[in-house]
């Protein structure tokens, strides 16, 4: 996030610190040690686990063999489909918990990706995509109780029902879209001219809208950026590009928002909101 004026750190850089200050679970394995960088604490954890690619009734999964003998943790199936991520961004920190997962509680770990479902997304229905992944959970041949990792963005989240008998417990990670009676009313009467547009933006990102700014000069403008502080990387990447074509731009953080400050924090359009445009409005624009 921006922080007293100061630009955003890249995403490696934050993955990182993230990574070695907190020490995924190296406390329990006194082999893994404090690592210089992202890479080389996932390289000192896979060495210590059994990583391959296997393949279930044609589709592809990621496993991690429990790396020790004798006791063993329930076994881990990991669903990771993060929404709006490419897989190639999330690599070095998911191989870096799955492989501490293995690690630290002798388990086997199973990661399925989007990859691994291999549907038509486009024109999939929802229980269409939940019905194929209880079949391919089905093909995994788990017959002990397993721990389900669910990283999905609500979409497989439904199905802790239906696996309940099969389950020793479960994590469920930023699971979105399930709203609240008056939230789920409001936005299934929005318009037409909203989905529209919600459609159309995520085709112009990240092309169009990279393009649109990646050759354009410093702007010599008085220019105020505020970003959510809880906002996605993506959020926070695109600010920090923003901030180097406008290098004398004050920069704020939104408080308890990821993005829609608007509804999440609306006492900030008192508090400080007008504040910050008063910064722009009364400064003398450039001759």
């Known amino acids: 996030?921006?922080?007293?004026?100061?630009?955003?750190?890249?995403?490696?850089?934050?993955?990182?610190?993230?990574?070695?200050?907190?020490?995924?679970l190296r406390k329990e394995s006194?082999?893994?040690?404090?690592?210089?960088?992202?890479?080389?604490?996932?390289?000192?954890?896979?060495?210590?686990?059994?990583?391959?690619?296997?393949v279930w009734a044609g589709r592809l999964a990621h496993i991690w063999d429990a790396p020790l003998a004798g006791d063993q943790g329930p076994s881990v199936l990991y669903l990771s489909m993060p929404l709006a991520l490419p897989e190639v961004c999330s690599e070095a920190s998911t191989d870096v918990l799955v492989a501490a997962l293995a690690t630290s509680f002798n388990s086997k770990v199973i990661m399925l990706t989007r990859e691994s479902l291999d549907v038509p997304w486009e024109g999939c229905s929802l229980p269409q995509v939940q019905a194929k992944l209880l079949e391919f959970i089905d093909a995994l041949g788990l017959t002990d109780s397993f721990v389900?990792?669910?990283?999905?963005?609500?979409?497989?989240?439904?199905?802790?029902?239906?696996?309940?008998?099969?389950?020793?417990?479960?994590?469920?990670?930023?699971?979105?879209?399930?709203?609240?009676?008056?939230?789920?009313?409001?936005?299934?009467?929005?318009?037409d001219d909203y989905w529209q547009h919600a459609a159309i933006f995520h085709e112009w990102m990240p092309t169009a809208l990279t393009e649109a700014l990646a050759s354009r000069p410093p702007?010599?403008?008085?220019?105020?950026?505020?970003?959510?502080?809880?906002?996605?990387?993506?959020?926070?990447?695109?600010?920090?590009?923003?901030?180097?074509?406008v290098p004398a731009a004050h920069f704020t953080s939104i408080p308890s928002s990821?993005?829609?400050?608007?509804?999440?924090?609306?006492?900030?359009?008192?508090?400080?909101f007008v504040a910050l445009m008063h910064r722009v409005m009364a400064q003398p624009a450039s001759a």
């Open 258 to 272: 990821k993005r829609w400050w608007e509804l999440e924090n609306p006492v900030y359009v008192i508090d400080e």
């Open 148 to 191: 389900l990792l669910d990283n999905t963005s609500g979409i497989a989240t439904a199905l802790l029902w239906p696996l309940q008998r099969r389950l020793a417990g479960a994590m469920v990670i930023n699971s979105t879209g399930f709203f609240s009676e008056e939230l789920h009313a409001a936005m299934s009467a929005a318009g």
């Open 30 to 54: 006194s082999s893994i040690t404090k690592s210089r960088s992202l890479t080389e604490y996932s390289q000192n954890l896979s060495n210590q686990s059994n990583h391959k690619v296997k």
């Open 219 to 245: 702007l010599d403008l008085p220019v105020s950026l505020a970003v959510s502080e809880l906002g996605a990387s993506t959020l926070q990447e695109s600010m920090r590009e923003l901030q180097k074509l």
């Open 1 to 24: 996030r921006a922080c007293d004026g100061q630009p955003f750190a890249p995403i490696e850089r934050r993955l990182e610190n993230v990574v070695i200050t907190q020490g995924i």
